[in-house]
């Protein structure tokens, strides 16, 4: 292999290598970052509601209760489910229509003195982050909201394909420099080693 070939083969294999290790750190921090910022947005849904559900807990207003929360299901587009549960632990309002899937309930269950905390459930419709959040007056129940990481793997994706494209274009354009600026520094080494073989034999001419 010439001497251009395989210093511009090398400098691809190094430049090619870092881009993959830098992608895949920016998509694993960027997956992070979003996923808890999808989170926190769960835990500030979920404290805006505590007033007005508890409100309609201590009036006992069912039909306030459910229009509270399926107005705020159709407001935020990761939501996936909302449900509130009483202080005896039993569904006072929710939005997933058939009821509490089996195990829901207990997926995320608040420890004493604890006011809130998230978690993340692995269902069928992809990973959800699950906050849980106790009412103000204590012991009057708990907001549940379910966020899905669908829309952050969305967009997650999107940046990577834009980011990794970019990092394409710039590979190409200085694959394409490197490749000048060899051609330029082998082809005066050959001039060189010609111009040195000819002096050997006698030619001053050239």
Not at 58 to 70: G, P, S
Not at 163 to 173: E, F, S
Request: charged letters at 20%.
């Amino acid at each position: 292999m010439r001497i251009g070939a395989k210093l511009l083969a090398g400098t691809a294999g190094v430049v090619g290598i870092f881009g993959a290790v830098v992608l895949t750190g920016l998509h694993q921090g960027i997956s992070r970052i979003l996923t808890d910022e999808l989170g926190r947005r769960g835990l500030t849904i979920a404290e805006t509601l505590a007033g007005p559900v508890e409100s309609a807990l201590v009036t006992e207003n069912v039909v306030l209760l459910r229009d509270i929360l399926h107005e705020n299901l159709a407001g935020h587009q990761d939501v996936r489910y909302i449900f509130v549960l009483d202080r005896n632990g039993k569904a006072a309002g929710q939005t997933l229509g058939s009821g509490l899937p089996l195990g829901l309930r207990e997926a995320n269950v608040l420890g004493p003195g604890q006011r809130s905390r998230t978690r993340t459930i692995l269902t069928e419709e992809g990973r959800i982050q699950d906050v849980a959040l106790s009412l103000p007056l204590e012991g009057m129940g708990i907001i549940r909201v379910g966020m899905l990481e669908h829309g952050v793997s969305g967009r997650v994706r999107a940046m990577m394909i834009f980011w990794g494209g970019g990092a394409a274009v710039i590979l190409i354009m200085g694959m394409g420099f490197v490749w000048w600026t060899t051609k330029r520094i082998v082809g005066r080494l050959h001039r060189l080693v010609q111009v040195t073989e000819a002096v050997g034999l006698g030619d001053y001419s050239v």
